[in-house]
C-alpha cells in the first residue's frame, strides 16, 4: 500500500476544516458570497501561476472534454458556498463531518453504479455500518 497517499489525504482533510473556519470567519466580515468568490478568485491566481512554470496538460482540450467532466467546478462553489455558510451556525465540527458524510455516502452510490468513470465497487455491509457509524457521530458531535 502506499502510505504517503493516505498521508496526504490525511493532510487535505486537516486544511479543508482549516479552510472553512477561515473563511467561515472571512464570511462574516466581507459577506458569504464574497468570502467565497475570494477563495475562488486566488485560488485561480495561485493555480494560475503554478500552471505557467508546472503544467503538462493543455487547457485548450477543455473544449473537447465531454461536457460532464467540466462541473467540477460547479460542484466546488456549491461546497465551499455551503461551508461558509454552515460554519459560522453549527461549527466547524458539525459541518466537517456532515460533508464526511456526504462525501462516503456519494462516493459509495458513484462507485456501486460505476458512474463518472469509476470501477464499480459493490457496497458491502462493512461500508454501510461505517455510514452508519458516521451518521452516529453526527448525533454525538451535535
Keep these: 500500500m502506499k502510505l504517503w497517499v493516505y498521508i496526504v489525504a490525511l493532510i487535505a482533510g486537516a486544511s479543508l476544516s482549516t479552510e472553512g473556519a477561515i473563511y467561515g470567519e472571512l464570511g462574516k466580515t ?3 458570497l464574497e468570502s467565497s468568490f475570494y477563495n475562488f478568485f486566488v485560488g485561480t491566481i495561485i493555480l494560475g501561476i ?3 512554470f508546472l503544467g503538462k496538460g493543455s487547457l485548450s482540450h477543455s473544449l473537447k472534454a465531454p461536457k ?3 462541473t467540477g467546478g ?3 462553489t456549491i461546497y465551499l458556498t455551503i461551508l ?3 460554519v459560522p451556525l453549527v ?3 458539525l459541518s466537517m463531518i456532515s460533508v464526511i458524510v456526504g462525501q462516503m455516502i456519494m462516493s459509495m452510490i458513484i ?3 460505476g458512474w463518472l468513470g469509476s470501477e464499480k465497487i ?3 455491509k462493512e461500508k454501510v455500518i461505517a455510514i452508519i457509524l458516521m451518521a452516529a457521530s453526527l448525533i454525538l458531535i451535535y
Design 30 to 32: 466581507i459577506g458569504k
Design 50 to 52: 503554478v500552471l505557467l
Design 68 to 70: 460532464w467532466q467540466l
Design 74 to 76: 460547479f460542484f466546488g
Design 84 to 86: 461558509v455558510i454552515s
Design 91 to 93: 461549527g466547524v465540527g
Design 111 to 113: 462507485e456501486h453504479k
Design 122 to 124: 459493490s457496497i458491502n
